[in-house]
């Protein structure tokens, strides 16, 4: 079966790349890997952000499938959810190296 590399593949790709070019996203993701999983107060101690920064970056990567939640009680916990930005990344490889390896025929 043949890979074909095309825009509608790179565009899958797009939300994720907007969400991890964001220093500040960055930086709350790493402390959800670090922790597993945190609630929006946790995020806010653990970084220099206030509650409203830290609530609209995980509306983001919640709306980009990055970040998940769990509610239990009165709060949300955020965990990271990356199978479906992995399988869109790992169609991108995919087809470019199918690409590259065609070119070089």
Do not use: W
């Amino acid at each position: 079966m043949e890979t074909k590399c095309s825009i509608e593949i790179f565009n899958k790709c797009v939300p994720v790349f907007e969400m991890l070019k964001d220093e500040q996203r960055q930086a709350l993701i790493i402390n959800i890997v670090k922790h597993k999983e945190l609630n929006v107060t946790e995020l806010v101690e653990l970084s220099n952000l206030s509650m409203p920064a830290v609530s609209h970056h995980l509306k983001l990567l919640t709306q980009s499938g990055l970040v998940v939640s769990t509610k239990r009680g009165t709060k949300k916990y955020y965990r990271l959810s990356l199978n479906a930005a992995l399988n869109h990344l790992e169609e991108l490889l995919a087809s470019l190296r199918t690409l590259v390896n065609n070119e070089g025929e």
